[in-house]
Nanobody
């Protein structure tokens, strides 16, 4: 059973930074498309960024230039470095590992709140 455990969320002032981590069981990070999603209250879950050996790296427009996704295959961990945070970045952030319809796993989420 694949397990994904997110950490690193918290309360930060606008303009601040946070680094989220997603620790995965097994060696799935290198073999899967690893993504960060977020869901704000009353809104649908949205893709923030993904990293894949086959497809590279991609970001949603709203976070380009501010967020950086990376992975450490040796630690089976994916990171999301978030800089210049804005109140609209407030959401629960989820880690996802995907390798097809039958291989789609989610973490429990970590809360990020950007507020003064």
């Amino acid at each position: 059973q694949v397990q994904l455990v997110e950490s690193g969320g918290g309360l930060v002032q606008p303009g601040g930074s946070l680094r989220l981590s997603c620790a995965a069981s097994g060696t799935i990070v290198r073999a899967n498309t690893m993504s960060w999603y977020r869901q704000a209250p009353g809104k649908q879950r949205e893709l923030v960024a993904f990293i894949s050996s086959a497809d590279g790296i991609s970001y949603r427009d709203a976070v380009k230039g501010r967020f950086t996704i990376s992975r450490d295959d040796a630690k089976n961990t994916v990171y999301l470095q978030m800089n210049s945070l804005k109140p609209e970045d407030t959401a629960v952030y989820f880690c996802n590992a995907w390798r097809g319809a039958s291989s789609n796993y989610w973490g429990q989420g970590t809360q990020v709140t950007v507020s003064s």
